[in-house]
């Protein structure tokens, strides 16, 4: 069957399917496709005689066979949900060594039933899958799910795709979000989907009443600065201001661990700077430019200002930096800041 990329496409064969795999790192995102589908089997008021969640690691493969193809009550289709399916295939597993059994599910999966639609939710071992594109080096089942079945990857969103996911998010509940917004909810929360809609979900509550949400109530709701934030750290840095860059790194790791999430964004502003370098030979225009090197337009003068401070060699001179810093961090235990501000000397000084 192949990849699914959106979940929508599964709702619209309106569950004339017999398994389906959902997997990937980004598990917020899996999460709420799956609430989807539940919500939909949910319609019907006799789902509950028909739906079941088996964790695989609680029971054995007869016992997970037996569900498979037990008859539906007062319904024609049941809905299994497999959690840790891949327990059963660790050298540890019983069920593993019992030959039959092991057919047997071959054979169903080969040959599945009508009545039965099963989920398969969180595959680790498939995880980076459609990046790798191996599936000659899957063994069973995996390669039966992938080749013969649907399925969906929920990949890490980029972390250049933040701020429009964000800003969707809020325009989907019908509230408008300032970019200075979005970049103090993201500071708070380094790159975690989940722990991003979690502020989300705080801000939304705090400002039931607004239609618009600016800095300032987000700066309220998680307690943090528009002063002292990685966002405004790497402003400075654009702008070659070494003073005041050094005294904003000192007040944001003095409360928050912040440092591998510093080097972050540092590598990805100066990878930006760099492809703006390319982008700028074949147009000037900023709305072209800005979606070319995945930035919000309104910055785009500020990156032009910033490639007159910071040359081709030195953004790339700083790259050598960034790895240097961050190797320093994974495997040091000096102090984390004495290698933030080491690092911004070398590249802004």
Known sequence: MGKIKEISEILN??????????????DYLLEEDFKIIVKKIVLNELYEFNFEIVDCEKIELPSFMSKLNSIPMMGDKRFIVALNFESFFKSSSKSKKNNDLYNELKDYL??????????????EVLDGFSVSKKSTGLKFPFDILIEKYHWIEYNKIESLKLIPWVKDKFKSLNKDVSIEAIELILASTPESLRGINNEIDKILS?????????????????????ENNVFELQKLIGEGNLEKSLLVAENILKYNK?????????????????????ERVSTQNNFELARKIGVYYK??????????????DKINRNFSCLCEADEKLKSSSGSGLLIIQELIIKMVG
Do not use: A, C
Request: charged share 25%; no cysteine; aromatic share 16%.
């Open 13 to 26: 064969i309106n569950f004339d399917l017999k398994i389906l795999t959902m997997f990937g790192e980004e």
């Open 110 to 123: 080969h040959n599945p039933s009508n009545s039965t639609f099963l989920i398969i939710k969180g595959v």
């Open 206 to 226: 705090y400002s039931k009443d607004f239609v618009k949400i600016d800095s300032d109530i987000v700066e309220r709701v998680v307690g943090i600065s528009k």
């Open 258 to 278: 912040q440092e591998i999430f510093i080097v972050s964004i540092l590598f990805r502003y100066f990878l930006t700077l760099w492809k703006l370098i390319e």
């Open 299 to 312: 910055y785009i003068p500020d990156y032009q200002n910033s490639l007159k401070i910071y040359s081709k």
